[in-house]
């Protein structure tokens, strides 16, 4: 199933940048988060999200 992907603009505390995906409850308001696309899976959105950031990570309640 296709979702629409965003990454958070803050980093995590593990240094990280969470991705998720629009219908997360802890998505980030819309000024601090910058859309990735639209993608059938975590893995493809991943790859979108690496050419923004070096450390990503997938939301827990979201992504797994
Ligand atoms: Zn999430």
Do not use: W
């Amino acid at each position: 199933m296709f979702s629409q992907y965003y990454i958070d603009k803050a980093p995590s505390s593990n240094g990280s940048f969470e991705i998720h995906v629009d219908t997360c409850m802890n998505l980030p308001v819309f000024v601090n988060r910058t859309y990735l696309g639209f993608f059938g899976s975590y893995q493809e959105a991943k790859a979108a999200a690496l050419k923004h950031h070096a450390e990503v990570c997938a939301c827990p309640l979201c992504c797994e």
